[in-house]
């Protein structure tokens, strides 16, 4: 074991970086399984240099390496005491594409998804394909040798894989490729370390009793989806050891699915494949039991399906309460037990229509099936994004008790499928267990999960009690207890039951071989860790009550709000894959600016802190300062994981001991700020644009010196009473709907011209418009932890508009961060909670009441322009989260001949004063320039932005020069 000082110097020699920190170790500590394992250090290495430095630094300190890339894998593969080494920020280059011989070689950080958008345009596509496929990355696949849901016809990834340039534990760069049978004689006799892993092997494996061992006690090689242990089943069947084989030797074979635990992988080769053809459709299979789900997998089978995938009613009732995944039902009927979605694919149409109608007869002769709705085009995209987020919609079982992963992975012939599943069913039922049911059952794989709390000493000694059994009946059926998803620690300590012991020696020997100081991911899949230690939870410590001002009573708490990540790592897709999560790791490509790492900082130090105030860490400070409090956790996390609310709470708590700044204080109180200099706007306006004065306001207010400070405007308020002095015979005579409209702060001292907009607009639509100009929503307060403010705000409001709204009065606003906060955080901080939430029911963003109104009849395309414009929208975070950005495309297509498309962007990345703050200003400009920013400078002078967040539009001019207008001010302008 190595001190800081011994840390450093390796540091001080590796061009990339090296954590060793207590945040950092902490974040790395857990990946997506149960186990928490506190690691020496954290390096992200530039370079296979790097890389050589760290196995030296590992041999000579008798530490280990711990290989790691998305962090997502479900067996403590990535979870260790050594050195854990993440390659998935500068090990990203794919570095070459052999088109003729359909061959790519890549680095391992390179992410599955990624490597496929690359492809395309030639063609080609790497078939295996997992759920995490948008974040996942080629190593970690080659290192768990991945599935996914391609694998009946695709195969695996093992399957795939031509070569590996790899760094064995003396150091020396080795490629394992294909030989001959005497290319394999002559590097045996090599005076290196691969010379001896090759003579190593030979002498092991040349013996006929121990192939006939390996191949009666290893899972029968019918079931493509196996990985128990090393691959010595698939070596043994080249030529080298199997005089009629014709296929020759790959060390690849055995790295694939070694966990890292044999050698460091810097550059992989890969077979590709065609792409699939392009006609599909995909037929969901409806069950009221599992049995007979099971039952119909090997009749469907016979048809030439592309994907088989199961989904049970656990999984898809989760669906129900996560926002992303509702709209993805609606091909569900009635009250399915299960689901199988079954793809079909064909070249030509004719063809298609064949298959189709070929199976639908079967399906109905045989009377397999209650349902049987037939998917196409975006249909099915919805469908298997359901099937995709099972994993992590697992972690939205509210309270302690989880589906575990355990015996997760397990693989039959798919003959045997139905009656394993009876048994296990039956194994189930002695202890009193009901178990999740999903995944690839057209490949004999099921994720099946029993539902523990790992907290509990009892459950905890039924975690192996149900593993050990499991993998008994594995073991009876020939099957794999590890069909994809690997040994790691889960598992490892089952190898020796499902292989025997001789075979279990040969794989100890090839570690050995290998590995002869144990300096690669130890612990793993030979003489593992006990499975039932090092976990997360620790059912001895007495859990800690933890008082908070936000309401988290739904989750039972803010610890197990924040438990509720499994580390499926979501939070970690790129912006080409779409979505908004997370903004400030797509920035950065940072693990510690994930939601993920947000959420286990926060439960480490909740759970493993001596203070009397547990948020009182400054770890928790800069793990949370990059996030922007988008909220598209909320709906983009399967475990929809509220780190918004997260943060402001631990922001609040945090700083009631340590206070804060002259800069919180400045924004959180910026209405105040704002109010004063609206009574003179012109002044203040001037003021802001002086160069010299607004550098001191800047240097004063701690913000950046690029950024533009906000004009002000004379209130609303101010105005409305002008003018209804004016003139006070507004038309009121039998109105569609009465209306309070809400005229937030920003709206009310930044931009009242909006407000103005949005009254006339609804009352030339003829509704009687109540502006409300005086509340403040909190927002600002909330943004910086000043929740006692903001409760007080939020209970001011309730009251306020208590009793006063129906179906027939709406609550309406115009800025999305001001309005949703009454259908957001008042729901946490108001003391009348019922009141807030029937305010909630009523309440709308003025978009949304519009589109509600259109679709009522209310509003027609008759009363606007018919002249023709085109409109490129960017819609609020919030909006997203909370409503439908749709709503702003629906009004903003009113009239009849503007064409509108909404820009695929996530956040801006100014998110209130964020962008503003110096510190954040080049994050903050690096998400905008992802996807926003490129889209508004592509479109030429003639189009029209649109946005409705006041702070988006201040990016967009910020960052590309343009004006963008809220959607409102677009739609009163093209009233006839």
Known sequence: MSNNNTLQVLKNQLEGELFYDDLMKRLYATDASVYRILPLAVA??????????????????????????????????????????????????????????????????????????????????FGPNTSTSNRCMIGGMVGNNSSGTTSIKYGVTRDKVLSLKTFLSDGSSVIFDSKTEIEFKKTTSFNTLEGSIYKSLYQSLKSSDVIDAVRKE??????????????????????????????????????SGSEGTLAFTTEITLQLDDLPPKENVTIALHFDSISSCLKAVKPVMQH???????????????????????????????????????ELRSH??????????????????????????????????????????????????????KAVACIEDTAVELDDLADYIDDFTALMKR?????????????????????????????????????????????????????????????????????????????????????????????????????????????????????????????????????????????RKLPEFGGTMCPSYRATRNEKDTTRARANALREFLTHSEKPNRFNHEELNEVFDLCLSCKACKTECPSSIDVASLKAEFQYQYQKVNGTTLRQRFFANATR???????????????????????IIKKFSGIHPQRSLPKVTKAFSSIQAYNEYLDNSLPYKNPVKIVFLYVDEFTNYLESDIAQDAKLLLECLGYNVLPVSHLE?????????????????????ISYFKNELSKDVSLVGIEPSAILTFKDEYLRLADDKDAAKEIAKYTFLIEDFIQKEIELGNITSDQFTTEAKTIKFHGHCYQKVLANQKSSFDVLNLPKNYKVTIIPS????????????????????????????????????????????????????????????????ILKEALI
Do not use: W
């Not at 399915?336 to 079954?342: D, G, K, S, T, Y």
């Not at 700020?673 to 550098?695: Q, V």
């Open 906 to 969: 996530g956040c801006c990345g100014m998110a209130g004063s964020f962008g503003y703050e110096k510190e954040h200003y080049d994050v903050s400009m690096a998400i905008g320039g992802q996807t926003l920013f490129p889209a508004v400078r592509k479109a030429n002078d003639g189009v029209l932005i649109a946005a409705n967040g006041t702070s988006c539009r201040h990016q967009i001019k910020d960052g590309t020069g343009r004006l963008a207008k809220h959607p409102i001010t």
């Open 348 to 401: 030509s149409n004719e063809d298609l229509q064949s298959q189709i109608e070929k199976f639908l007869i079967h399906i109905n002769e045989a009377k397999l099936s209650y349902a049987y709705p037939v998917l196409k085009g975006e249909a099915i995209t919805q469908a298997f994004e359901l099937r995709k987020a099972g994993l992590g919609l697992l972690g939205n079982m509210v309270g302690d008790k």
């Open 218 to 255: 290893f899972p029968n090689s019918s079931i493509h989806r196996r990985n128990t242990g090393y691959a010595l089943d698939e070596l043994i069947a080249s030529e080298v050891f199997d005089e009629n084989a014709t296929e020759s030797f790959n060390f690849c074979k055995l790295l």
């Open 431 to 571: 202890h009193q267990q009901k178990a999740v049911y999903y995944a690839h059952a057209g490949a004999g794989e099921l994720h099946l999960r029993p539902i523990l709390n790992l907290k509990d000493k009892e459950d905890v000694k039924l975690f192996r009690a149900i593993t050990t059994e499991v993998t008994q009946l594995v073991k009876k059926y020939g099957g794999s207890m590890s069909g994809e998803h690997g040994d790691g620690i889960v598992r490892g300590e089952f190898v020796k039951m499902m292989i025997g012991e001789k075979n279990y020696q040969l794989l100890r020997q090839i570690k050995s071989t290998f590995d002869p100081n144990n300096i690669f991911n130890p612990g793993k899949i030979v003489d593992a860790l006990p499975m039932d230690a090092s976990l997360r939870t620790d059912f001895s410590e007495k859990e800690v009550e933890i008082d908070t001002i936000l309401d988290f009573s739904a989750s039972e708490g803010i610890l197990r709000e924040a438990e509720k990540c499994n580390g499926s790592g979501d939070c």
């Open 304 to 342: 030439d399906l592309f994907m088989c995938e199961m989904l049970d009613k656990t999984i898809l009732d989760l669906t129900k309460h996560n926002k992303e995944q509702k709209k993805n039902r609606a091909f569900i009927e009635g009250n399915p037990e299960a689901i199988l979605l079954c």
């Open 673 to 695: 700020y704002n109010k004063i200099a609206s009574r003179m706007p012109k002044f203040y306006n001037s003021l802001f644009e002086n160069s010299f004065a607004s550098k």
């Open 44 to 125: 992200y290495p530039k370079n296979e240099n790097d890389i050589k430095t760290l196995i030296e630094f590992a041999t000579e300190h008798q530490t280990s390496l711990i290989p790691r890339t998305a962090g997502t894998s479900l067996a403590g593969q990535c979870v260790g005491e050594g050195i854990v080494v993440d390659v998935s920020k500068y090990f990203t280059k794919i570095i070459s594409l052999d088109e003729a011989n359909k061959t790519v070689t890549v680095q391992p950080g390179v992410v599955r998804d990624e490597l496929n958008n690359y492809l395309k345009p030639f063609g080609l596509f």
């Open 777 to 797: 929503s909190g927002r600002s307060y909330i943004s910086k932890g000043f929740l006692e403010k903001a409760k007080s705000l939020a209970n001011t409001n």
